[in-house]
C-alpha cells in the first residue's frame, strides 16, 4: 500500500468517525430534549388545579396566604408566567393565585374569548373558592381582561396593578412595521428563539456562566411550547385589534401602572392613556425600560408594587 493510499484511507477512517461521533451526539440531544420536555410539561401540569367553574373550566395555581392577588398573564404566557412573577414580586402576606387565561395551558379556549369573558371567568373563579374580594395584576397582554375586571366587578376588585400592559387598540404588525428595519429583524428572530425550546435547553448546562440570564429562566419557560399556547395567543391577537375603547373615568378602584418608556413590545403611550384616562390612578414610568423593565429593573419595581399593594 502506498502512502497516498494509505493517507486515504486514514482521512476517511477519520471522516467515518466524526460522523458517527456527530451522529451519537445529535441523537442523545434529541433523546435527551424530549425526555427533559415531557418531565417539564408534566411539571407544569402537576404544579397547577384546574377548576370547573359556572362559566367553564380554568388552571391556576394558589400559594401563599393573606389578601388575595390574581396574577393575569401575557401573550404568550400561562399560570406559570404569573407564577414566575409572584416569585420576583416577593410579596409576603398576599395569596397569589396566578391563572392560565383561555387558550393557554390548560385552559380551554371555550372559557372565554374576549377580555369581558375572561374577567367574568375570574370571578367565576373566586366564586369557586369561597372569595369575595381580590387585587389584580396584568401582565402585558393580560391587561385588557385586568381592566374589564375593575370594570365589570367593581365590588370584587380591590386593586389593580398593569405591568406593561395593553390597555387600548393594539395590532402586532402595526407595531412591527413602525420598528426600524434592524430592530423588525431583531425581534423576529428573538420571537422564532423564543419558542425554540431546543436551544434554551442546550444551554441549561452552562446556566453557572450566565446566571444573571438564567435568573429569568422561570420567565423563559413560560413562553415556551408555544403548541400548548397558540390558540391562546391567535386569539389574543385578534381580541386585541378589536379593542375600541374602554370608560376609564369608571374606574374606582386604586389603580397603579408600571412602564417602561422605550417598550417597543406595548408602546409606553398605554400607560399614559390608562393615566389619564383614570384620574387617581399612579404610573410609575421606568426611564429607559424596555417591555422587560418590571424585570430589568426588579430592584426598583417590585417595592413600589409592594407598597401599592400593602395599602389596599
Known sequence: M????????????????????AFTAVSSYIVAFQRWKRQTIARIQAESDLSTTALGSIEYQGQGE????????????????????????RSQGHTSIAISRPGYLRTPLSSGCTPEEQADLFVALLDTLGISQAAIIGISGGGPSALQFALRHPERCQGLVMISGVTQRYSEGEALSALPLLLRWLKRLSSKITTAVPVLFLLLPFAHLLPKVFASVDMLNSVMFYSLRQSGYQNDLAQFERITSYPLERIKTPVFILHGTCDKEVPFE???????????????AIRGG???AFFTHAKMAMPEIRAFLDVL
Open 2 to 21: 502506498t502512502d497516498q493510499e494509505d493517507t486515504l484511507k486514514t482521512r476517511q477512517f477519520t471522516g467515518l468517525t466524526t460522523l458517527l461521533f
Open 66 to 89: 393573606g389578601p388575595v392577588l390574581l396574577v393575569i398573564h401575557g401573550s404568550p404566557g400561562g399560570y406559570d408566567q404569573g407564577a414566575a412573577f409572584v416569585k420576583l414580586l
Open 270 to 284: 398605554h400607560a399614559k392613556y390608562l393615566a389619564q384616562g383614570v384620574p387617581h390612578a399612579k404610573l410609575y
Open 290 to 292: 424596555s417591555h422587560m
